[in-house]
């Protein structure tokens, strides 16, 4: 029997494969109002694993560290959530896996501690419970790891199966403490997740009740409204997303939103510029709105790439791109300094939140009368005859089969190469200008989160699609070489959620959309699912495989509803036609009325709404489309099914048409 001693020694004498986890991940990032709240909870996320990594690293060797993969490069700020919360390392003999992994703690809780502190020294006002506060962040961060000795030096990959298999069991029996903070009888929880307490004076609230604290003064000093309430984690993603006072890098879904509009203006030129000035003079000058709060910065990219999406070349590439600023009225400086302002401030349902944040009388309706005809006119200067199409896209993105991959690495240096690869796509090196980040920012998108093979980005709607095409075929590219190596068939792919929702949707419904839109993409693998939740309260599902074309389909679509060859009320009446026989609808016994009552639909459309009927050719692509839903169905395969999914197909090409619209003027 070895005493503790001779134990450590012999712990000591082989390497060891070690496993970090720092988490939680998904409660920590989910729980948000606000987008920048939502994205600072991975940047923080992303620090704290980056400290961690760095810290094991200086016990174990730089070279121990196979993931994440990190250079000794000065990343942005808009890049820094590009870090994994999983740490991986190989430690050499003799090195300690209890000193390495304390090295990684403590160097964790340093940048806490110091991220924390910057953050809560912004707070002006005095009636607050810091110290809870501290408490409540402090207990936050879970940081759990775990050690497996290598019994030779071909026992790697046994190694690494049983540490990841150990982590698994150790979060499965993880230790719950009781709070370290006192918790005052009737105080408030949080409103953001419910969890822990409010750090704030209740009496605040009271005040701004009975008139003696305005809301303005309390967001000014406490960066909340009168109906939130913080705890400390709450408080430190508010206020830890800023610098010095200044709005972070990553923009409003409002702003997302306004892309289309923003869009247009571009493309109106020196005429867009003069009547955005006009509109914009209206709100500082009459309406007294503080332009200088809602002043954002572009990111790493000042401007986006927007092409049209009807002018394709032969091989389906865009024959045109055409460039926008990612901001409004982007002033000079360099590239992750660019200012303007946020495009929330042209959307017509964001005018009475700029209006009551922005302006002293912004409650005053001869005010709000004011703002919102300065807003119309802008707009039918632009040329828009309705208002501008109000939804953006939530993109969720995960790569198919890692964890099969990961089994069929048996060294090291595979392990380290595919770090290298994931780190490649997320992040791209200094030397390349294609990533993960780069694509999501070329395309007018704001990262929430690039990890490895994980994507979470907000996208506009004009351009959510290309995004995700330009993602997948970059994720193959980037693992195609481990794949090949693996032995494992096909090709890497990229299962995509597209969740499309309006701007003033509760961001959490937005979040559980992008999930559901994830998952569905993940039953086949390889796939693009779109997941839209409509106003009314509808949600409409769709998904298909890569090599199916989605993103072409809808785009032809979109062209034919544009030049109204195809007439927009066919989506509703299949959808009106299909679903009373989906009630009784069992395999092949309604297919012959579904495809007689697609034929009648289309026999009796109009184009136009004139006399001429709908194109042979247009009514042919109709029908091909339902039997290509029909055939990509499991057994036992339904028509009427296919028929709700050709509606549901046509129906989001409507959404995006009018973005379009929005941008180009597509429609005739």
């Known amino acids: 029997m070895l005493d503790a001693k001779e134990a450590s020694a012999r712990f000591r004498m082989n390497p060891h494969v070690l496993l970090v986890s720092i988490g939680p991940v998904q409660q920590f990032i989910a729980a948000a109002r606000r987008c920048q709240d939502l994205w600072y909870g991975s940047y923080l996320l992303s620090e704290l694993s980056e ?17 994440p993969s990190f250079e000794e490069d000065q990343l942005a700020p808009e890049q820094r959530q590009a870090a994994a919360n999983k740490i991986l390392a190989v430690l050499p003999r003799g090195c300690s896996p209890q000193e390495a ?85 009737g105080q408030p929880k949080s409103s953001l997740d419910g969890v822990r307490e409010s750090v704030l004076d209740e009496q605040l609230f009271d005040e701004v009740r009975q008139g003696t604290l305005s809301a303005a003064e309390l967001r000014r000093q406490y960066h909340v409204a009168p109906g939130e309430r913080l705890c400390g984690v709450g408080l430190l993603r508010r206020l830890g997303a800023e610098d010095d006072g200044r709005r972070p890098p990553f923009h409003s879904a409002g702003h997302i939103a306004s892309a289309p509009v923003r869009t247009r203006l571009h493309v109106r030129g020196e005429e867009g510029a003069r009547a955005l000035r006009r509109y914009l ?92 005809e300065a807003l119309d006119k802008l707009l039918r200067e632009l040329g828009l005859k309705r208002p ?62 690039v990890g490895g093979d994980d994507v979470l980005a907000l996208l506009p709607l004009h351009t959510a699609l290309d995004c995700a095409e330009e993602l997948q075929a970059f994720f193959a590219s980037s693992l195609r070489p481990l794949y090949e190596e693996a032995g494992l068939p096909g090709t890497p792919t990229l299962s995509v959620g597209l969740a499309i929702a309006h701007h003033q949707e509760s961001l959490g419904e937005v979040r559980h959309l992008a999930r559901q839109a994830e998952q569905l993409a993940k039953q086949r693998r390889g796939s693009l699912a779109l997941a839209m939740s409509k106003r009314s309260g509808d949600t409409l599902m769709l998904a298909a495989r890569w090599e199916e074309h989605l993103p072409s389909r809808l785009y032809r679509w979109c062209q034919l509803l544009a030049r109204r060859e195809l007439p927009a009320g066919v989506a509703f009446e299949l959808e009106a036609a299909a679903r009373p026989l989906l009630l009784h609808a069992k395999p092949g016994e309604q297919d012959e009325v579904a495809r007689a009552l697609a034929r009648r639909i289309l026999a009796r459309k109009r184009r136009g709404g004139g006399e001429d009927t709908i194109d042979p050719e247009v009514a042919r692509m109709v029908n091909d489309a339902l039997e290509g839903h029909l055939a990509v169905q499991t057994e036992p395969r339904c028509l009427v099914r296919a028929l709700l999914s050709l509606s549901v197909e046509l129906q989001m090409a409507r ?10 003027e597509v429609m005739t």
Not at 51 to 67: D, K, M, P, Y
Not at 415 to 430: D, I, N, T, Y
Not at 655 to 664: E, N, P, Q, R, S
Request: glycine share 8%; proline share 6%; with cysteine.
């Open 51 to 67: 400290a961690a990594a760095h810290g094991v690293s200086e016990v174990a060797g730089r070279n121990a560290v196979l993931f």
């Open 655 to 664: 959404l995006f048409l009018t973005a379009l619209d929005d941008a180009w």
């Open 388 to 449: 501008p199409c109000a939804y953006y896209v939530l993109l969720q993105a995960d790569g198919d089969q890692m964890g099969r991959l990961i089994s069929q690495l048996r060294t090291e240096e595979q392990h380290r190469r595919l770090s290298r690869a994931l780190r490649g796509f997320a992040r791209g090196e200094q030397s390349d200008r294609r990533s993960a980040l780069r694509i999501v920012e070329k395309h007018g998108g704001s990262p929430v989160y």
């Open 101 to 185: 992994a304390e090295r990684g703690r403590a160097c964790m809780q340093q940048r806490l501690e110091e991220i924390m502190s910057a953050a809560f020294d912004r707070v002006q006002g005095s009636r607050w419970d810091r110290p809870m506060a501290e408490a409540q962040v402090r207990q936050l961060i879970e940081y759990i790891w775990v050690a497996v000795e290598q019994q030779g030096p071909d026992d790697y990959a046994r190694a690494h199966q049983q540490a990841e298999r150990v982590l698994s069991w150790r979060k499965n029996t993880r230790l719950f403490s009781q709070p370290s903070w006192p918790q005052p009888p």
């Open 281 to 372: 003079d209206v709100l500082a000058d009459e309406c007294e709105v503080d332009l200088e709060r809602f002043r954002i910065r572009s990111g790493q990219r000042q401007k986006a790439e927007v092409m049209h999406p009807f002018e394709r070349g032969e091989r389906g590439e865009r024959a045109q791109r055409r460039y926008l600023p990612r901001v409004l009225l982007p002033e000079p400086g360099q590239d992750n300094e660019t200012w303007g302002l946020d495009g929330s401030l042209l959307l017509p349902g964001q005018l009475l939140e700029v209006l009551e944040e922005g302006s002293p009388r912004g409650w005053e309706p001869r005010v709000q009368v004011r703002a919102q």
